[in-house]
C-alpha cells in the first residue's frame, strides 16, 4: 500500500474462509491523518499492479469528490512514473 508515492508499514493479507476471499488489516500511520483528503492506493506485491483504493477525509468536505479524483489521480501518476522507469531501464540491458 502507498500514500504520497511512499510504502506504508502495518500491513497484513490472510485468506478468509471462503474461496477468494481475503482480509486486508491496514494500521493507518498517523502523520497521514493530516487535513484534506487523503488516498491510499493497494497495490500487488509481486508486479505494484493496483488493486484497489480508498480516502480519507480528515476536515469538512469541501468539493470533496473533485479533489479525491485529483489526489487519486497523482498517486496513479506517480505509480505510472515509477513503471516506466523500471520499464526503460529493463529494455536498456
Partial sequence: M???GRPVDG???????????????IR?????????IQTFLILDAKDNTPLGDFVII???PEA?????EVDLLRA??????????RHCTG???
Fill in 11 to 25: 500491513v497484513s493479507l490472510s485468506a478468509g474462509k471462503a474461496a477468494g476471499e481475503w482480509h486486508l488489516a
Fill in 91 to 93: 529494455s536498456r540491458g
Fill in 2 to 4: 502507498v500514500h504520497h
Fill in 64 to 68: 470533496e469528490s473533485l479533489k479525491a
Fill in 28 to 36: 493507518i500511520p498517523p502523520a497521514a491523518l493530516t487535513s484534506g
Fill in 58 to 60: 480528515a476536515d469538512p
Fill in 76 to 85: 496513479e501518476l506517480d505509480l505510472l512514473k515509477r513503471s516506466f522507469r
